[in-house]
């Protein structure tokens, strides 16, 4: 069993940034962050596997959010940079069983943290 801790989030002008964190215990593979604005579906934002060294973002984030992690600390980050007003939503992040593979359907991951509130003004 793996249970996940979102930390982070809060209000930020556009332009600025913000460091989520997702601490886990339990054993980890992939982790993920996904994203649900009001009134929308959960989308994929950015994947990371167990070692680091594969990472996968959506388009909509690429050159602007950072995943990472630190394996002893067993917590995944994610850098948002240069914020923009589309990207306020709740923050979740997402454990996997599987290592070695990328996924980005929010139901291929069995575990999820609470989430996180990023609120972004224009």
């Known amino acids: 069993q793996v249970q996940l801790v979102e930390s982070g989030g809060g209000l930020v002008q556009a332009g600025g940034s913000l460091r989520l964190s997702c601490a886990a215990s339990?054993?980890?593979?992939?982790m993920a962050w996904f994203r649900q604005a009001a009134g929308k579906e959960r989308e994929f934002v950015a994947t990371?596997?167990?070692?680091?060294?594969?990472?996968y973002y959506a388009d909509s984030v690429k050159g602007r959010f950072t995943v990472y992690r630190d394996n002893v600390k067993n917590t995944v980050y994610l850098q948002m940079n240069s914020l923009k007003f589309e990207d306020t939503a709740v923050y979740y992040c997402?454990?996997?069983?599987?290592?070695?593979?990328?996924?980005?359907?929010?139901?291929?991951?069995?575990?999820w943290g609470q989430g996180t509130q990023v609120t972004v003004s224009s």
């Open positions: 990371i596997s167990w070692s680091g060294g594969s990472t």
């Open positions: 339990g054993r980890t593979f992939t």
């Open positions: 997402a454990a996997g069983i599987k290592d070695g593979v990328v996924v980005t359907t929010p139901y291929e991951y069995p575990y």
